[in-house]
């Protein structure tokens, strides 16, 4: 199968490293004669029609750049199969003949319609700061992410030790536990909370106060965001009123999505940029990009549609052991 025009696009929340899979994907198309489209906003803009053409020279000086050139969106309009039927009219008016998405799980499930109702070949690139795609052992903005929480925990711990305080410090994951888990670790946190899990404020309470009794002189406790941001408020608040406890809050929200890529970040994007393009060339699709045992490969799409947090699930006896 030759194709000789792709289109990319980047759809749903971004991460840090989606300009160094955009960049591969230029570029090795590019090396194999393929004319490139980048779709800006996402799949909303592509039912917009906006388009531009992606030369050598458009994706110069993007590898250290977080976020996304094209830019990115939540389009609910794509749910429905009119509007994807119009997307496939404009993606062929254009001479697209193939399509590469970099997203999430929902990104995907999108793609995976287009392949299912059109017969439109399509690839996918796992890119959130989550790392929650089922599958995959690695997602594009996760490393990243976690190194900014990391360093401005480290922050925190500085002065949270000065006053001798208790911090809860909030991290992104809606759905996901990966990012508290993994900071809550590096960080030497004395507790972490899971997205969905039921705060037990007596334990946490307990847990300070024994620390504090053996002669901690701070306590940091890892929040992940669940479903409502800002739910470190309301455990703050029952700290207070309940348990006469004083505790900080700092809710490190948007910083995570942006920054700098880190070298694995920029690495496994031009891995899988580069993968995605071979893969159309050698007419695999619709697959998408992973990390398997510590491996960039190819999986079938329908593998990498559901969200997935077992990912780190593993490492919370780690973390709850070296917190005692
Ligand atoms: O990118 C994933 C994520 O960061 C989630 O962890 C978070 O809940 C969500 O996106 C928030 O994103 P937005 O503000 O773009 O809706």
């Not at 001479?95 to 970099?102: F, H, T, Y």
């Not at 959130?128 to 599958?135: C, E, Q, V």
């Not at 976690?146 to 401005?152: C, F, L, P, S």
């Not at 496994?268 to 990009?289: C, D, H, R, Y």
Request: hydrophobic share 40%; aromatic share 6%; glycine share 10%.
């Amino acid at each position: 199968m030759a194709f000789t025009h792709i289109g990319l696009l980047c759809s749903g929340g971004d991460s840090p490293g989606m300009n160094c899979a955009i960049r591969a994907i230029v570029r090795s198309a590019h090396f194999h004669g393929m004319e490139v489209t980048g779709i800006k906003r996402g799949f909303a803009g592509l039912l917009r029609g906006e388009f531009q053409s992606m030369g050598l020279s458009s994706v110069g000086n993007i590898i250290q750049r977080g976020g996304t050139i094209l830019q990115t969106s939540r389009s609910p309009e794509f749910m429905k199969p009119e509007y994807r039927k119009k997307g496939i009219e404009l993606l062929k008016a254009q001479g697209i003949e193939a399509l590469i998405v970099i997203g999430g799980d929902g990104s995907f499930n999108g793609a995976m319609t287009l392949w299912k109702e059109h017969n439109y070949p399509v690839i996918g690139i796992p890119g959130t700061i989550d790392n929650d795609i089922s599958n995959t052992e690695y997602t594009i903005g996760f490393d990243t992410a976690v190194e900014t929480a990391i360093e401005a925990v480290d922050r925190i711990r500085d002065t949270a030790h000065s006053h001798a305080r208790t911090f809860l410090v909030e991290v992104m994951g809606r759905n996901s536990s990966a990012i508290a888990l993994k900071v809550g670790v590096c960080t030497g946190a004395e507790n972490i909370l899971l997205p969905h899990e039921e705060v037990n404020h007596q334990k946490l309470v307990d847990d300070i106060q024994r620390g504090i009794a053996r002669g901690k002189e701070s306590s940091i406790i890892i929040v992940a965001e669940g479903p409502v941001a800002g739910r470190s408020y309301e455990i703050q608040r029952v700290l207070k009123e309940k348990y006469h406890m004083d505790a900080h809050v700092a809710i490190l929200g948007h910083i995570q999505r942006g920054g700098s890529p880190s070298s694995d970040d920029r690495f496994i994007a031009s891995q899988m940029g580069n993968m995605a393009v071979e893969a159309l060339m050698e007419g695999k699709f619709p697959m998408v990009t992973v990390v398997q045992n510590g491996k960039v490969l190819l999986t079938d799409m329908k593998n990498c549609t559901t969200k997935e947090d077992h990912n780190f699930i593993q490492y919370q006896k780690l973390a709850q052991t070296l917190s005692i």
